[in-house]
């Protein structure tokens, strides 16, 4: 079976739904995606992709002795996609990076097909660094990534890739999904793909002052649900289909500062507080939230910062200067578009 593309990026959502939004941008074109987890499998062919899974290690920084073992399982992953990609013979492969793509991008080379590596974070995490050497091109989604991979001159600074669902959402219907009485601003909070449960006692804590300002929708993950019962709040363990529609209808958004999650919300013109996530990370969501504040798109608040009195004066802050940040996000926001992507990637078939 040939293809004219192969997708590769894995390890969480947030490296395959830029590989799905590629995919929507080409339905001319025939797709296959090679991953490892069932993540990425069940998302890949929930979107009707034909799905390749390969033997993958995970890239640890650190001495472990499951480095060992995983050596053993790249190197097999690798001789099934060089195989693979000999079968397949596609005119590009595009990776979004994780453990499982290093393998699909070595192939590549050797394959002689070219490679667009795409990197989300401001700071390129050890798959990319590792891709770069093997790929046509890195594109990278923060103007200031470069810096951390100057030892290469195939790098170009393309911006975010968006859903396109974001360019199609509505105020209106999301204000009418939520059905608040109240005509107080919307506060959306949202603690990434598996909710924050310090994020939610945050606002357990603040419920009372909130309430008084804010109609709030909440986004807890599942099984983080609160117990808060309140004509201005809203609770949903996690949403989907509606999410864009939420997003639209809101004044402020608090959220943790994931790449592609922030860049949505920058999209759509949405004054943020960041909360980046630090422990169990390597440092990315700060890096990102800075860039974000530098830019006067968000305010950042650290985690050891969430003492009421501070968080108070954020939102507040946020909710009066949302004019002059929403004219900032626009000078941005308005180079954001699917069409744009689409024509980058033709230029490389």
């Not at 974070?121 to 790929?135: E, H, M, Q």
């Not at 790098?155 to 059905?179: K, N, Q």
């Not at 790449?259 to 890096?287: C, H, Y």
């Not at 968000?298 to 009066?320: C, F, G, I, S």
Request: positive net charge; contains cysteine.
């Amino acid at each position: 079976m040939k293809v004219d593309v192969v997708l590769t990026g894995g390890g969480t959502a947030g490296h395959v739904m830029p590989n799905l939004e590629v995919y929507k941008l080409f339905p001319e074109l025939e797709f296959a995606y090679i991953g490892s987890i069932k993540i990425e499998e069940d998302l890949v062919k929930s979107a009707g992709i034909k799905f390749y899974k390969i033997k993958s290690g995970k890239l640890r920084r650190y001495f472990s002795i499951q480095n060992f073992l995983d050596i053993f399982k790249i190197f097999v992953g690798f001789i099934q996609v060089f195989f693979l990609l000999g079968k397949l013979r596609p005119k590009l492969v595009f990776s979004k990076g994780g453990f499982v793509s290093v393998p699909v991008v070595v192939a590549a080379k050797l394959r002689g097909i070219k490679v667009v590596s795409h990197e989300s974070d401001l700071s390129p995490g050890l798959a990319t660094k590792i891709n770069a050497r093997f790929s046509h091109q890195v594109w990278t989604t923060f103007s200031d990534t470069k810096k951390y991979l100057n030892n290469f001159n195939n790098i170009v600074y393309r911006g975010p890739i968006v859903r396109s669902e974001c360019f199609e959402s509505s105020s209106e219907r999301g204000r009418d999904f939520l059905g608040f009485s109240s005509n107080k601003p919307i506060l959306l909070v949202m603690g990434g793909s598996l909710g924050s449960l310090q994020i939610n006692t945050m606002i357990d804590s603040l419920q009372s002052w909130l309430f008084e300002n804010f109609c709030v929708v909440h986004l807890t993950g599942k099984n983080k649900e609160t117990t808060i019962q309140h004509s201005n709040y809203k609770q949903f363990d996690f949403i989907y289909k509606e999410i864009f529609d939420l997003i639209a209808c809101a004044d402020i958004v608090v959220s943790r500062a994931g790449s592609n999650a922030i860049f949505e919300l920058l999209a759509l013109q949405k004054p943020m507080v960041l909360i980046p996530l630090v422990q169990g990370s390597r440092g990315d969501q700060v890096l990102n939230a800075n860039f974000f504040e530098k830019n006067d798109w968000a305010y950042h608040l650290k985690e050891d910062e969430l003492d009421p009195l501070t968080v108070q004066k954020t939102l507040l802050k946020a909710l009066n200067k949302k004019d002059k940040i929403k004219e900032k996000q626009l000078l941005f926001a308005r180079e954001m578009t699917p069409k744009k992507l689409k024509e980058k990637i033709l230029d490389l078939l």
